[in-house]
């Protein structure tokens, strides 16, 4: 589970040429926040949106989200998340332990242990690289369309992307020079 920040800005995806082109850029700082929980083995999507800001309540908001989608399975319930700081207080702890979700925090700066980071990275390459956007309303629709088909028309590319294989390192000996 994780957050994404999608701003309305541009986003040069590739470009080489041999003559200056010019590309159209949208101005303003216009902010579409994603909160989502992806399921690790069926990579359903679960997600709160809003364009102000992710905080403790929005989380608790996403808790209650899940709880509601899994209330009739008597399965625990485990989010894998990162340390942002609005999901370590009180009131998360508390809502968390109301519904019944242990909290499971991945060691800080290790976003590549994060699972749903695979799919904002996705969801940038689909939506946002060399595209533009007249206006907010279009930008935001573009990133909820494409998060909509994640069970559907972008199962199979997602499918090969949100594998639960993570690299890890070998012990290696560290030698004093």
Known sequence: MDAAHFVLSSYIGYIWCFVRMFIKSPSGRQRFN??????????????????????????????????GKYSKTDAPITLVLD???????????YFARLMDIELLYLPTYSPNLNLIERLWKFVKKKCLYSKYYSDFEAFCQSISTCLSKTQTEHKKELNSLLRLNFQTFKKEQIINI
């Open 34 to 67: 994603v909160l989502g929980a992806l399921n690790a083995i069926t990579h359903e999507l679960i997600m709160i949106t809003n364009d102000s800001y992710i905080n403790a309540y929005s989380f608790c908001e996403l808790l209650w989200e899940i709880r």
């Open 83 to 93: 340390n942002a700081r609005y999901q370590k207080c009180n009131l998360v702890f």
